[in-house]
T-cell receptor, first 111, second 111 residues
Framework: KAGVTQTPRYLIKTRGQQVTLSCSPISGHRSVSWYQQTPGQGLQFLFEYFSETQRNKGNFPGRFSGRQFSNSRSEMNVSTLELGDSALYLC??????????FGPGTRLLVL | DAKTTQPTSMDCAEGRAANLPCNHSTISGNEYVYWYRQIHSQGPQYIIH???NNETNEMASLIITEDRKSSTLILPHATLRDTAVYHC????????????FGQGTRLTINP
């Protein structure tokens, strides 16, 4: 069974731009969660989607948003990028409320 | 979710068993213990989880004390590829999919 896939793997943007990251969960998984990892803050939870609805949200500003499609694929969007948004963005999927499996991540660099 | 305490770093010789401890003294009766590891710049990899019984899979063994206040992850025959940061996490089964990661234990396997 294929794992969680994330695209793109690497991305360079400039301050003020917006970015959209994509996540395809493991087949059959309906829950998708997003995390941000930075050297200073470690791994932090952004939000979780289940059946196209946001079910849980971390403590991030409104510039960070996401959505989930009927096929469980998910996207997250960051608007008005700041230098501090440079990070590894990780997506994890699970079957309903079971073990989460992570993708390889998207490394975003904001210049 | 309960907090966990892990040593910052550990070393182990290749071929020996690596024993990684985790304290979770405030764990609740319905919280599972999960272990993930993260190799540099990759997404966290699920290793094993358990509630109160010892668990074993192809990757590792998990030993949970009878009072459930601590646990040990055992990699029976460590290889150089096991060098990674290991995270011990407790979460409620069936609860929200927010995983709270600490700094973990940086395990170095030496040849």
């Amino acid at each position: 069974k294929a794992g969680v896939t994330q695209t793109p793997r690497y991305l360079i943007k400039t301050r003020g731009q917006q970015v959209t990251l994509s996540c395809s969960p493991i087949s059959g998984h309906r829950s998708v969660s997003w995390y941000q990892q930075t050297p200073g803050q470690g791994l932090q939870f952004l939000f979780e989607y289940f059946s196209e609805t946001q079910r849980n949200k971390g403590n991030f500003p409104g510039r960070f948003s996401g959505r989930q499609f009927s096929n469980s694929r998910s996207e997250m969007n960051v608007s008005t990028l700041e230098l501090g948004d440079s990070a590894l963005y990780l997506c994890a999927s699970s079957f309903v409320k079971e073990t989460q499996y992570f993708g390889p991540g998207t490394r975003l660099l904001v210049l | 979710d309960a907090k966990t305490t892990q040593p910052t770093s550990m070393d182990c010789a290749e071929g020996r068993a690596a024993n990684l401890p985790c304290n979770h003294s405030t764990i609740s009766g319905n919280e599972y213990v999960y272990w993930y590891r993260q190799i540099h710049s990759q997404g966290p990899q699920y290793i094993i989880h358990g509630l109160k019984n010892n668990e074993t899979n192809e990757m590792a063994s998990l030993i949970i004390t009878e009072d459930r206040k601590s646990s040990t992850l055992i990699l029976p025959h460590a290889t150089l590829r096991d060098t990674a940061v290991y995270h011990c996490i407790v979460r409620v089964a069936g609860g929200g999919q927010k995983l709270v990661f600490g700094q973990g234990t940086r395990l170095t396997i030496n040849p």
